[in-house]
């Protein structure tokens, strides 16, 4: 007996299927279409390095190859020339402030010295007998004014006496007149002397200070010549470590010549060279750090020295807190001088497609075709480990970061 055979109708789930495929073969026919257009390049995968975009915090600094320096040096001069009589301390060892480095020895300057002392002492001499004579003079002079004085005296009693007897007719005219005319050439002669006197007194004072001038300035040559011998024994002006001390007994030592230097050990900055690329964005007490032995130390920029040689500038760094144990003079030290305060940033790690692009595009790779597709973006600062991302990605997605050289700026990277 024949039995009819209904026909079958789709269901619920048929019916999702045919979707899903359908979606499926237009999504590859779009993509087939949007991209028949675009250049490819068939790239290894083991050959590439990729980073994936994350938010992280982003801090902008360069590093720097910083070398130990005292906080204090102090440069040793030859103040007068000489030959080298003896040496006390040997370079390298740690002196006090005052102790005897050096003695020389110059016969050229002890012989001015004895000449300017002779001629310091002949002008004492000269000047004390010259005081003695003005003083003489002065003396005399005082004397032949008593001596008027008291001749005046007498005459004018003299003559008011004659005078009463003129009246009585005892005298005669003559002799009256005559005392009168002696009484006023005593008194001339007293103005004269009163005058000199006064003029002597003036001169006196005049040739004093100018001898106590020249005594002083003697005196002041002297001196000089005296501290000049004293600078033949050369002494450490400072505490510290001595370096630099090459002379040996019978050397000779030019004037101004140095003859060594002194360290101060008690303390340290670090001495950096910076690209003159960052000389804008360098300031005083600027930040940065270094580690050592396992710690961390914290620096600051102290002073900034404006010359640029070979392409670098130098500035100093001080502590900010305690410094490290255990370094030494003339130690190197990789710091981190940090050009910005630390922000939340998206990072993309540094690599050599930079070179390539200038940072104005990059290779961006799609998880659904495993394909790396070129994408227009924008980034900002940079450290040496991570560019700050400013625009054109989103966390999580992947970027090829190595070199883009070979690739020709094709549109599509197809990995293999």
Known sequence: MDRKIEKKKFGALQWIILIILILGVSFVFARFVLQSGKSKLNVAVDRLLIDTVQTG???????????VMPIKTVHIDAVGGGKVEEKRIEDGSMVSKGDIILKLSNPDLLLNSLNQEANVISQINQIRNTSLLMEQQSLNLKEQALNVQYQLDLIENRL??????????????????????????????????ASTIAKDSAYQELQKTQME???????????????????????????????????EIGELVSTGENIATIDNLNNFK????????YISRVFLNQEGSFEFAGNQYGLRIAKIYPQVTNGN?????????????????????SVKLQLSAEKESMLLARGGFYQSTGGNWVYV???????????????????????????GLQNGEIVITSSYESYGEKDVLILK
Do not use: C
């Open 313 to 333: 500038f130098t500035v100093d760094m001080v502590f900010t807190g305690d410094s490290p144990q255990g370094i030494k003079r003339g130690q190197s030290l």
């Open 160 to 193: 008011e006496r004659n005078r009463e007897l003129y009246k009585a007719k005892a005298v005669s005219r003559v002799e009256v007149e005559e005392m009168e005319d002696e009484y006023k050439n005593l008194q001339r002669r007293q103005k004269l002397l």
């Open 213 to 247: 001038s020249s005594l002083d300035l003697m005196e002041r040559n002297l001196e000089i010549t005296r501290q000049s011998l004293d600078n033949l024994i050369v002494r450490a002006p400072i505490d510290g470590q001595l370096s630099g001390l090459n002379l």
């Open 57 to 67: 915090i982003f801090e902008e600094y360069i590093p720097v190859t910083g070398v």
């Open 270 to 277: 670090i001495q950096v060279q910076i690209s003159e690329f």
């Open 365 to 391: 790779v799609d998880p659904a075709s495993g394909n790396a597709y070129k994408r227009n973006i924008s980034l900002g600062s940079q450290n040496p480990h991570f560019y700050e991302v400013l625009e």
